[in-house]
């Protein structure tokens, strides 16, 4: 399968080193490759610069992101929320028509830690995202996990937990459930269209402070039913 993954952060570079290992063909989407590429401080949250991750995964090409969009049947939204509207207009007519597998969450942390939920245009980000590119078919899931878990539920409980789902598009839904099943998902709960995005990205600050006193991100829910 041909993946174009937008986001060279530590989520875009493990979501890629995962797919690439699968045997899918993934590429890495960025505003600007040579800017990505000369980054020597960590980001954020401690990850560090891009360049020592390529170093090991040479294979895994680093594009600008209407170059990503273009290479991609699935696209992957792992751009920060606040910045995803503009990445995905950077990814240009290629958007459309293409499953929009979106983890990504509008986090604001402009005054600091525990973050707030920024205000999006229509209710969430993966609702603004179907809004703003209608042609898209997005599917909002792997936003209420922590990246190591995305990739290895097996991490949690045996992997016996729950991962929410949302989107309009029954198709899509179903494809991208399938990919999720190759990573170990077994139990993939469909909440309806994309207005359920607003749940989940709300959730996600529920799931912050739970992981704050647990003491660590390896946590998830399961919905007993
Ligand atoms: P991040 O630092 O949140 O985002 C980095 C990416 O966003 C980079 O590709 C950057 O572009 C792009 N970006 C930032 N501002 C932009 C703007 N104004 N316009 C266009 N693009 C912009 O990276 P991350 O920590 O890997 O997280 C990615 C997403 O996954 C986030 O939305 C996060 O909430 C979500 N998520 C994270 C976890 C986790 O465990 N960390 C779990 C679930 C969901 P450049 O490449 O050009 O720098």
């Given at each position: ?25 993934v590429?890495?989407g ?14 954020a ?41 503009a ?18 969450n ?27 590119f ?75 402070r739970?992981?704050g ?13």
């Open positions: 399968m041909k993946l174009g993954i937008l986001g060279s952060g530590a989520v875009g570079r493990e979501l890629a080193t995962r797919l690439a290992e699968d045997g899918h063909d590429v890495v960025t505003r600007d490759p040579d800017a990505t590429r000369a980054r020597t401080a960590p980001d949250m401690g990850f560090p610069p891009f360049s020592e991750w390529h170093a090991e995964h040479q294979h895994i090409h680093l594009v600008p992101f209407a170059e990503a969009a273009a290479h991609g049947g699935i696209l992957v939204n792992a751009t920060s929320g606040l910045g995803s509207v990445a995905l207009t950077a990814g240009g007519k290629a958007v459309q028509g293409k499953i929009v597998i979106d983890l990504a509008p986090l604001d942390f402009s005054s600091g830690f525990p973050p707030t939920l920024a205000p999006m245009a229509h209710g969430s980000l993966g609702e603004t995202l179907q809004r703003e209608p042609e898209a078919r997005v599917v909002k899931v792997l936003n209420t996990v922590n990246l190591a878990v995305m990739l290895r539920p097996e991490l949690v409980g045996s992997g016996d937990h729950t991962l929410l789902m949302a989107g309009d598009d029954e198709g899509a839904k179903g494809e991208v459930r399938a990919l999720l099943e190759s990573f170990g998902w077994r139990d993939i709960l469909d909440l309806g269209d994309i207005s359920a995005s607003r749940d989940t990205e709300a959730y996600v600050l529920l799931w912050l739970m992981a006193v647990v003491g660590h991100p390896k946590i998830n829910i399961k919905v007993v039913r």
